[in-house]
Nanobody, 120 residues
């Protein structure tokens, strides 16, 4: 059973930084990618950043140049370094993993989320 546990959220003033971590357990292979999403009340969950097990990365336009995603394969931990935070970054941040068990079988897992609040 894959389990994702986020940490590192909190409150910060605009312009500040936070570092989110997602510790994963239960992987049975190395074929997975990990992502960060965020959600505010009344809105759909939106993509923030993704990293593959090969180290490839992608970012939402809102995150480019400010956020950096990294993966520690040995520790199965994905980190999102968030700099120059803005009030509009305020949201619940979720860790997501998509695990490929075979060509035909992929499963998606979510963490419980960690709250980020940025005050102006």
């Amino acid at each position: 059973q894959v389990r994702l546990v986020e940490s590192g959220g909190g409150s910060v003033q605009a312009g500040g930084s936070l570092r989110l971590s997602c510790a994963a357990s239960g992987f049975t292979n190395d074929n997975y990618d990990m992502s960060w999403y965020r959600q505010t009340p009344g809105k759909e969950r939106e993509f923030v950043s993704r990293i593959g097990s090969d180290g490839s990365t992608s970012y939402a336009d809102s995150a480019k140049g400010r956020f950096t995603i990294s993966l520690d394969n040995a520790k199965n931990t994905v980190t999102l370094q968030m700099n120059s935070l803005k009030p509009e970054d305020t949201a619940m941040y979720y860790c997501k993993s998509v695990v490929s068990y075979s060509v035909w079988l992929k499963k998606t897992y979510w963490g419980q989320g960690t709250q980020v609040t940025v005050s102006s």
